[in-house]
C-alpha cells in the first residue's frame, strides 16, 4: 500500500515519460506495485474493517477503577488479569493514556506521562 503522495509521484512520472521499470526504480517500488497504480484513475485507500479489542469487554471496569482510585498502569492491568483478560500492557496503556503513573498523577499532567487522553465515563 502506498500513499497519496506516492500516488501522485508515480502519476506526475508517467506524465514526464518515464517507463514503469524507471518509475519503479526511482521510487524503490516494485514494477508491479507501479503498474497497479498507474491503472487506476484516483487514489483510494485500502479499507479494513475495524477489529474488536481484547480490551473491549473490560472497558467500563477499567473507567470505574480509574475514576475511584488512584491506581498504576501495573495495578490495572494486574486487576484485568484476575478478571481473565488476555490482552497485553501496552494496548491497556494506549487506552488510558499514560505509562506507569497513576491516574491522579496523570490528571496533574505529570511530565513522566506519555500523553495522549483522559478516558471519560460515558453517561
Do not use: N
Not at 500516488?7 to 518515464?18: K, P, Y
Not at 496533574?108 to 506519555?114: D, H, I
Request: glycine share 8%; with cysteine.
Amino acid at each position: 500500500m502506498i500513499d497519496y503522495e506516492t500516488f501522485c509521484q508515480i502519476q506526475h512520472d508517467r506524465r514526464q515519460g518515464l517507463t514503469l521499470a524507471q518509475i519503479a526504480a526511482a521510487r524503490g517500488l516494485h514494477r508491479h506495485t507501479v503498474a497497479h497504480w498507474l491503472a487506476r484513475d484516483e487514489y483510494r485507500r485500502r479499507h479494513t474493517r475495524p477489529r474488536p479489542s481484547k480490551l473491549d469487554a473490560f472497558k467500563p471496569d477499567i473507567l470505574r477503577w480509574l475514576h475511584t482510585h488512584p491506581l498504576s498502569a501495573r495495578q490495572v492491568f494486574q486487576r484485568l488479569r484476575e478478571q481473565g483478560y488476555t490482552g497485553g500492557y501496552s494496548i491497556l496503556c494506549d487506552y488510558i493514556g499514560y505509562s506507569g503513573d497513576s491516574f491522579h498523577a496523570f490528571r496533574r499532567k505529570s511530565s513522566s506521562c506519555s500523553g495522549g487522553f483522559l478516558p471519560r465515563i460515558p453517561a
